[in-house]
């Protein structure tokens, strides 16, 4: 199968998996939202996050400066480095705006899977008058690197989606009201080209899969509060060709960012 079937049959996927109905809120909640300030965005803001997962640590996200791009202020991003949150991976380094009722982010998506970075460009990651189960944001493209002996081709999708309005949530212990809780999707298909007896071969190394799910929590006045991040996937096809290819072959992962403490 080639990489434009894999592609096709990805946007298939994901235009039948987004199909849902949006759900009904009031009046009086839209305006308790519309009125907060779901991502402060200044100077000198920064976030640190207990990570739990199977390697656990502390993430630190900070906006370092403000820039002017086409008339609009985007403000630079910047983490601790390694980071281990989804979360923190894709706002590090990156560029935050807002406009109108959306925080809009460019970044990169990466350590997904060794040597794979995925830029994106307008990802919306929080629609304040979005209802809950519409998608907000949709890409795909494709890109490539090189493995060993072999070229690995991606084919992807990127959606973010808001899932839900929680009036009343509470996180280790901490009582939280009217949660935007939303949501980014990475689903991928690969393949890997080799030769096989002196012939060219494109082998499926992973049919169109969820690899990343991750829901993301934000509160009014503060950001993200909490971001859960399951990060899944199985190649396909490698012991019965004896490919070596050094990626994991099978990866599944739950990874947890949750706030401990957040300054102007």
Not at 87 to 93: E, S, V
Not at 120 to 149: I, W
Not at 155 to 180: P, V
Not at 199 to 227: C, K, M, R
Request: charged content about 20%.
């Amino acid at each position: 199968m080639r990489l434009y079937q894999f592609l096709f049959t990805l946007l298939i996927f994901s235009i039948l998996s987004s199909c849902s109905s949006n759900e009904a809120i009031s009046e009086e909640l839209l305006s308790e939202i519309d009125s907060e300030n779901y991502f402060p965005l200044k100077t000198s803001e920064n976030w640190t996050y207990n990570i739990e997962g199977l390697t656990k640590g502390r993430d630190s996200v900070w906006v370092e400066k403000d820039t002017l791009i086409e008339g609009n202020i985007h403000y630079k991003t910047q983490a601790n480095n390694p980071n281990l949150g989804f979360f923190t991976n894709l706002i590090a380094d990156g560029l935050l705006h807002k406009s109108k009722s959306k925080l809009i982010l460019n970044g990169t998506i990466s350590n997904v899977i060794p040597e794979l970075a995925i830029p994106v460009e307008g990802l919306v990651l929080l629609d304040m008058k979005d209802p809950a189960g519409n998608v907000s944001y949709q890409t795909s493209g494709m890109t490539s690197f090189n493995n060993q002996d072999y070229i690995i081709e991606i084919a992807y999708i990127i959606t973010s989606k808001t899932e839900d309005i929680i009036e009343d949530y509470n996180l280790n212990g901490t009582d939280y009201e009217n949660i935007i809780k939303t949501s980014v999707t990475v689903n991928i298909a690969a393949i890997a080209n080799t030769k096989i007896d002196g012939y060219e071969a494109s082998i499926p190394i992973l049919n169109p899969h969820d690899v990343i799910t991750s829901n993301i929590y934000f509160a009014p006045g503060i950001g993200v509060i909490n971001n859960e991040t399951n990060t899944n996937y199985k190649l396909t096809n490698l012991d019965e060709l004896n490919m070596e290819i050094s990626i994991d072959k099978q990866v599944s992962e739950v990874v947890a960012q949750r706030i401990s403490n957040y300054s102007k």
